[in-house]
C-alpha cells in the first residue's frame, strides 16, 4: 500500500514540474532575448541625446548664473542703505530664477514687513505681510532648504489672495547663526515651467549670501548709531561750555528740517540734512576756549582760526569712515554765494544746497539768539537783516522761500508739528 501511494505521489510532483516547466517557457523566462533593431537603437540614441543636451545647457546656464552671481553679490557688499540693498537683491532673484515676481521680506522684531519687490501689483505689500507665530512663518523656520509651494498646499492659500495666477512658489529662509532674518520668495505664472533643481540651488545661494549681507549691515548700522551719538553728544557738551551757543545746534537742525520738508525734499535728504545741522559746529573742538568765548571783537588773526572750524569739523568726521554727504555739507556751511565765504570760497550753485540750507537757518538762529554783545532781533527784524544779505551770502530765490516759510508758517505756531526724535 505504502508502495502505491509513494508511486503516485512521485508521478504528481512529476507532473507540476512538467507543467512549471511548460508554463514558463510560454512567458518567456527560458527563451534567449530577442535582440533590438536598428530602429529601437536609434529612438534610444536620440532620447539619451536629447536628455544629455538639456542636462548642458542647465550645466552651462547654472555656471552663467554663478559667475553673474558672483559679481552682483560683491558689489551688494558695498552697499550700506538697507532699502537700495533688498530692491537690488529682489531684482537680483527675479533675473537669475526667471521669475515673474520676486520678493524680500525683513524680519522687524513681531512681524515679517515686505522690504522690497519686483513684479507683485500694487495693493499686494499687505498681503506679504506675517506675524511671528503665522503657520506659514513656522514652515518655512523649520526649513533649511527651499520650500516649492503650488495650488495643491494647504501653505499656498496666502498666495491665492495675490492678483495674479501664480502657479508655483519658491521659498528661501534667510538664517544666520540659526536665527531667521528674512525671506525670499520667487514666483512665476501658472502657464510657466516648475522651477527646476537648479533654481533652488541658486534660491539657497542667494538666501544665505542676502542674509549674510543683511546682518552685515545691521551691524554696521549700529555701530554707525552708537558712533553718531558718541559725537553729537560731545558737539552737545561743546555747547554747554558757551552759555550763548546752547541748544544753537538742535535750533538749526529745526529750522533746516522743517524748511527740508517744505520745498520737497526727500526723507533721505532730510535725514542727513538734521544731521550735519546737529554736528556743524563739530570742529569748534579745535578752536581754543579764550577765542570762542571772548566777550569783545576778535582779532584778525583770532577769526582765522575760528574760520577754520569747517575744516576741523570735516576732518573729524572723515576719520569715521561715514556720514560722507554729512562731512560735504558741514564742509561748506560758511560759503556765501557771492564767493567770499571760507573756507574755499564757493559761489552760486557751487555751494552744496543742504550747505545753504544750514547757512540760513545758521544765521537766523543767531539772530533770534542773545549774544554776549547784543540782545537777540525779533523775528521780523531779523528777516529783514536777512533781506539784505540777499546775493551776497544766500542765494535770492532759496532765501526768498525761507522768509515766506518763517512768516507763514513758525510765525502760526506750527513748530509744533516737528518731531526731533
Known amino acids: 500500500m505504502n508502495m502505491w501511494l509513494m508511486i503516485f505521489m512521485g508521478v504528481v510532483c512529476l507532473g507540476l514540474a512538467i507543467f512549471a516547466f511548460v508554463g514558463g517557457y510560454r512567458l518567456g523566462l527560458y527563451r534567449r532575448r530577442e535582440r533590438l533593431d536598428p530602429d529601437e537603437f536609434r529612438i534610444l540614441g536620440e532620447e539619451y541625446e536629447i536628455r544629455m543636451r538639456i542636462l548642458l545647457d542647465e550645466n552651462k546656464e547654472l555656471c552663467r548664473r554663478w559667475n553673474v552671481m558672483g559679481k552682483v553679490i560683491a558689489s551688494l557688499g558695498t552697499m550700506r542703505e538697507k532699502q537700495k540693498f533688498f530692491l537690488v537683491a ?146 552737545k557738551a561743546l555747547e554747554q561750555k558757551d552759555e550763548c551757543s546752547r541748544g544753537h545746534s538742535d535750533n538749526v537742525a529745526t529750522y533746516a528740517v522743517m524748511f527740508a520738508k517744505h520745498i520737497g525734499a526727500s526723507q533721505e535728504e532730510i535725514n542727513t540734512l538734521k544731521t550735519a545741522a546737529l554736528l556743524h559746529d563739530i570742529g569748534s573742538i579745535g578752536i581754543p576756549d579764550r577765542i570762542l568765548n571772548k566777550p569783545g571783537k576778535l582779532t584778525d588773526e583770532e577769526f582765522e582760526y575760528v574760520k577754520s572750524h569747517p575744516m576741523f569739523g570735516a576732518e573729524l568726521l572723515k576719520t569715521l569712515g561715514f556720514l560722507k554727504e554729512e562731512l560735504i555739507i558741514i564742509m561748506h556751511h560758511h560759503e556765501k554765494f557771492d564767493g567770499t565765504g571760507y573756507p574755499f570760497k564757493l559761489r552760486g550753485n557751487q555751494i552744496p544746497l543742504g550747505a545753504q540750507i544750514i547757512s540760513i537757518a545758521d544765521v537766523f538762529d543767531a539772530l533770534t539768539s542773545d549774544r554776549p554783545f547784543r540782545k537777540a532781533f525779533g523775528m521780523d527784524e531779523a528777516l529783514e537783516l536777512m533781506t539784505l544779505m540777499s546775493g551776497k551770502n544766500f542765494e535770492p530765490g532759496l532765501l526768498n522761500r525761507f522768509i515766506e516759510f518763517i512768516r507763514h508758517q513758525l510765525h502760526s505756531r506750527r513748530m509744533a508739528s516737528y518731531d526731533r526724535t
Open 90 to 235: 529682489a531684482r537680483l532673484l527675479k533675473e537669475n530664477l526667471s521669475a515673474d515676481y520676486t520678493a524680500v521680506l525683513s524680519n522687524v522684531g513681531e512681524k515679517y514687513e515686505l522690504a522690497a519687490a519686483d513684479g507683485f501689483y500694487e495693493g499686494t505689500e499687505h498681503i506679504l505681510h506675517y506675524d511671528i507665530n503665522d503657520p506659514l512663518i513656522s514652515y518655512i523656520e523649520s526649513n533649511n532648504e527651499p520650500i516649492a509651494l503650488t495650488p495643491r498646499d494647504r501653505q499656498f492659500k496666502t498666495f491665492e489672495l495675490i492678483t495674479a495666477k501664480i502657479g508655483e512658489v519658491l521659498i528661501m529662509p534667510m538664517k544666520m547663526g540659526g536665527q531667521m532674518h528674512g525671506i525670499l520668495i520667487a514666483a512665476r505664472n501658472s502657464n510657466r515651467m516648475k522651477f527646476t533643481g537648479g533654481d533652488k540651488v541658486v534660491i539657497s545661494y542667494l538666501g544665505n549670501a542676502i542674509g549674510y549681507l543683511t546682518k552685515n549691515i545691521e551691524l554696521i548700522e549700529e555701530l554707525e548709531g552708537r558712533t553718531l551719538k558718541i559725537i553729537t553728544g560731545l558737539a
